[in-house]
């Protein structure tokens, strides 16, 4: 079974520093893909960036960019330039695949409290 | 905005009571999938639909049921209510097919069981 482990239950940093957020996971399978989700305190799921188990590079989005290190089974997440609007809880995802791949569902780990401080 | 949309976005019952939650996937995706958020059990996956058919089950309970209706609209249904049942319910939904990267979240219903 997946499994995805996040091991920092809360964070703080500085506005306006880079952050990382650390995201270990277990899997057999051969093709997999990792998401990060950010939670904000209104409860809703904001997808962030997607990182492909066959990618060779990392996965970035504006100020996000997830650091793969595939040989290590790690997926951090790191958040450059940090703002206050980027306190919020974020989740690592594992998909796992089923029905000939053409569906899928997400497993996820507890959760890192981010708190921005000014 | 992700697209999706859920109804209602609180419910408060009491015990041993059914209720019915409905959600609307973005235009043109075809899966929908319904997770469970508690403080508990964190983020768990219940079910999926694509295209009107049940394509798999995770951790969900025998008193809990879901359909996806030919407009692809779903509802997840949760009879014989327990105080452990309060959660928050999300459904997501995405285009579906192979290559199917993205899971966008409807805002969420926020169930409290008395």
């Known amino acids: 079974a997946q499994k995805i482990t996040q091991t920092q239950p809360g964070m703080f940093v500085q506005e306006k520093e880079a952050v990382t957020l650390d995201c270990t996971y277990d899997t057999s399978d051969q093709s997999y893909g990792l998401f990060w989700y950010k939670q904000p305190s209104s409860g809703e799921m904001i997808f962030l960036i997607y990182?492909?188990?066959?990618?060779?590079q990392n996965a970035t989005e504006g100020r996000y960019s997830l650091n793969f290190q595939k040989a290590r089974k790690s997926a951090n997440l790191v958040i450059s330039a940090s703002q206050l609007g980027d306190s919020a809880m974020y989740f690592c995802a594992m998909r796992e695949v089923y029905s000939g791949g053409s569906n899928y569902k997400l497993t996820f780990g507890k959760g890192t409290l981010l708190t921005v401080n000014p | 905005d992700s697209g999706v949309t859920q109804t209602p976005k609180h419910l408060i019952t009491a015990t041993g009571q059914r209720v019915t939650l409905r959600c609307s996937p973005r235009s043109g995706d075809l899966s929908v999938y319904w997770y469970q958020q508690s403080l508990d059990q964190g983020l768990q996956f219940l079910i999926q639909?694509?295209?009107?058919?049940?394509?798999a089950k995770g951790n969900i309970l025998e008193r809990f049921s879901a359909q996806q209706f030919p407009d692809l609209h779903s509802e997840l249904n949760l009879s014989s209510l327990e105080l452990g049942d309060s959660a928050l319910y999300f459904c997501a939904s995405s285009v579906g097919g192979i290559g199917d990267n993205e899971q966008f979240f409807g805002p969420g219903t926020r169930l409290t069981v008395l």
């Open positions: 639909y694509y295209n009107g058919e049940e394509r």
């Open positions: 990182q492909g188990s066959y990618d060779e």
